[in-house]
């Protein structure tokens, strides 16, 4: 009986590591050269079941499973607001796309807003992300949203590499919007 009570209490001491996932670990700078107009992006509040830390992973149609040890670390919202802008501006040689707090004091700035429906890995051995997205300016008074959805396949287990092909997610969309919506020479 007390070689059962020690071996209870020595594993309940054992702590059980916390993972911890950046969406946007790098920022690749470019230089500006021909700014012709900035770009205010605005990523609405994510869904109830997306914003919060743990990652989560759909297990079927109508079932979510929410990760105990693997966390974003910083909130969603933020991460990929910051890797959409990063590849915004990678894909452009003429518009400057930044949060609202980076904007200039112009009043006829542009704004790309976007909203996420699904961000997240399957047990399907895949990752998707899809929503709506539009462009607002003073200028068109009709505004059109866009659909759009992406898929990557899993080719390995584990969140580390969910979390990398979301990131690819992100940079397949951020191509989109520009090839779809601005008159860009890259």
Known sequence: MVVFLSSCSSNSEIPLETNYYLLNSQ?????????????????????????????????NVHQLHYARFDVWAEPLQAGFTKALINDLNLNNNSIQFVTDELKSNKKSTDKLIVRIDYFHPSTASKVVLSGVFWTENNKVQNIIQQHFSFELLLNEDGYT????????LVSMMSASVILENYDIVR
């Open 27 to 59: 920022h690749l700078a470019k230089n500006s050269v021909n700014i012709n107009k900035t770009v205010v992006v605005e990523v609405l509040e994510l869904p109830a079941y997306l914003d919060q830390p743990q990652l989560v992973m759909q297990l």
């Open 161 to 168: 590499h969910a979390v990398a092909q979301m990131r690819r």
